[in-house]
């Protein structure tokens, strides 16, 4: 059998308690039956039976007191069960309400479910064409760079050549127009005929604006100065000009024009790179604005579905101390459909909210009062205002009548007339346009000479630099000559004779004039590096005494042992 509670067991005690103080009282029935018969017996079993009745009754009475008291706990943990019945049927009523409040969002998520899914693929396709889209324009924008850095290299390659040519030029070159005129002169070799032709034609223009845009490189604007008409040959070198010299000049001009060639080729591809880069980041923009759609439309949809289920009903277990709706007889009403429910903090702050709007009733009213007297004071302002303009204008009227004999529109006279002050301006301006423009191209024009003289100077510093160089050598194979012939005369003779004293005295008077010669020299050096300094012609140092034959032989025993 299943197990019993507590208060079973107990019921089933206090039936057995009563069940024995019935068997109990019947046995004392019995007893006193038969102490009312004729007395048969004697007074001890009278007394006997007298103890025994009363110990009966004790019996009884602590019998009856058990039981009562078991009736007592029964009654009470019968309460207590019920009280506990109440509260698990009550949580089992929210756990239902719970679970029904649960089912009506599932049924709402499963109705919302379809189109929350379309809306993820849609924003998850709009996110992976955006990435995509931005990856291409990155790699764009990467080749882009590339280019340009591609196109600066062959700028500085053709500043190069143009460096080298100033330095093939020399100074005080008598063929320096001539050679310049053939290296700046603009061919048309084999490769750009055939691309022409390959092209139809059709990107001359393009070529003739992409040289013109190369006009800012170094001496690259002097190809304008030339005169259409000037014509010459530039296959022949001319009578006492250096064969190799116009050779190299030659070469110099293919380098050139290659250089050239390959940066408007350059230049017109990073332009097609750079529209395709700019069509890629318009279509990310499109992008861009479809996935921010997108989004929208998440947001919305979640707003909406967040509004369904708000409209669900919900229930709230309240205590009866937390219930301040009473009726009018200050009792819990019926029914409590029309009353609100809020939290301690929210009741505290709509009791704030009711001074604040009391100020700033207050404030208002006061605000109101001010614009008040403000619009007053501005209508009588405006009033006055308004009977001047009607004096000026019939005073304006009377003039122009005595004047001209009717009334004139004084707007369309000065549409109609010219504002000297305004043109003279724009006259002012375009001059200073003009003149700012002229010193622009002088001041370009000079900077190119500048860029020309600052080759020719780095030219002459590297001269001087590999003069130094072979002096400083020439001093150091002195050094050795004169060390290894010391030291042979000090091997072969004891003691120095009187022209080994004086051939020792040449050479140092030698070491001590190439010394000068070298200072010098690095002076001249510092001189021209420096920015705007002035050139000064060579310093002219004598010429030392002829090497004997022995020193000669001496230094050539030196660098054949070197």
């Known amino acids: 059998p299943p197990p019993r509670s507590a208060g079973d067991r107990k019921g089933a005690e206090a039936k057995r308690a009563a069940e024995q103080a019935s068997r ?8 006193l039956e038969s102490l009312a018969e004729p007395p048969a017996v004697s007074d001890l079993e009278i007394m006997e039976r007298t103890i025994r009745v009363a110990a009966l009754n004790h019996a009884r009475s602590e019998i009856v007191r058990v039981v009562r008291e078991k009736l007592a706990t029964f009654d ?65 924008r990467g080749k882009v760079a590339a280019k340009r850095a591609e196109i600066e290299e062959l700028q500085r390659r053709e500043v190069a050549v143009h460096a080298d040519f100033a330095g093939s030029l020399g100074e005080n070159n008598k063929f320096a127009d001539f050679l310049t005129k053939v290296f700046r002169k603009k061919i048309k070799r084999a490769k750009k005929v055939l691309r022409e032709r390959a092209e139809g034609g059709g990107d001359e223009p393009d070529e003739s604006s ?7 490189d170094f001496l690259s604007s002097s190809d304008d100065d030339l005169s259409d008409s000037e014509q010459f040959d530039d296959n022949v070198c001319p009578p006492g000009c250096d064969k190799a010299l ?13 250089a050239e060639e390959a940066l408007v080729d350059e230049k017109r591809a990073m332009q097609l790179m ?13 992008l861009q604005g479809l996935l921010r759609s997108a989004e929208a439309d998440i947001q919305e949809f979640q707003t909406e579905k967040q509004q369904k289920l708000n409209e669900l009903d919900v229930v709230v277990t309240l205590r009866l101390h937390q219930i301040e709706f009473l009726s009018s007889r200050n009792t819990l009403p019926g029914q409590l459909s029309p009353a609100l429910v809020f939290t301690n903090e929210g009741l505290a702050a709509l009791k704030q909210r009711i001074k604040l709007l009391q100020q700033e009733k207050a404030g208002q009213r006061k605000q109101h009062k001010e614009l008040r007297l403000h619009h007053v004071r501005l209508a009588k302002d405006k009033h006055v205002k308004e009977q001047k303009i009607a004096e000026l204008e019939a005073r304006a009227r009377d003039i122009q009548l005595l004047k001209f004999g009717q009334e004139v529109d004084v707007q369309k006279l000065e549409n109609l007339s010219v504002n000297k002050t305004a043109e003279e301006l724009i006259a002012k301006l375009t001059a200073l346009e003009q003149q700012r423009a002229k010193e622009l191209r002088q001041w370009d024009a000079e900077i190119s000479d500048k860029k020309l003289e600052l080759t020719h100077v780095t030219k002459m510093n590297t001269r001087k630099l590999e003069r130094l160089a072979d002096l400083s050598q020439s001093k150091c194979n002195l050094e050795a000559a004169l060390n290894h012939t010391q030291q042979a005369t000090s091997l072969e003779f004891s003691g120095p004779k009187k022209s080994e004293l004086q051939e020792r005295a040449r050479l140092t008077q030698l070491v001590r004039l190439q010394v000068t010669e070298i200072e010098n020299l690095r002076q001249e050096i510092a001189m021209l590096s420096q920015k705007g300094g002035h050139i000064l012609p060579p310093t002219q140092t004598p010429r030392p005494p002829t090497m004997p034959q022995q020193v000669r032989n001496g230094t050539g025993r030196q660098h054949s042992q070197g």
């Open 76 to 140: 009470e943990e019968l309460r207590e069960l019920r009280h506990e019945q109440f509260n698990v049927e009550a949580f089992l009523k929210a756990a239902e309400l719970k679970i029904l409040l649960l089912y009506q969002e599932l049924v709402l998520l499963k109705e919302f479910e379809k189109r929350d899914n379309t809306l993820g693929q849609r924003l998850q396709a709009k996110a992976a064409e955006r990435n995509e889209m931005w990856a291409r324009v990155e790699e764009c």
């Open 274 to 286: 750079e529209k395709e880069a700019e069509s890629l980041a318009k279509k990310d923009r499109v």
């Open 246 to 258: 116009f050779e190299r000049v030659l070469e110099l001009r293919e380098r050139r024009l290659d």
């Open 24 to 31: 109990a009282a019947a046995a004392d029935l019995s007893l």
């Open 210 to 216: 992409d040289s013109d845009s190369d006009s800012d």
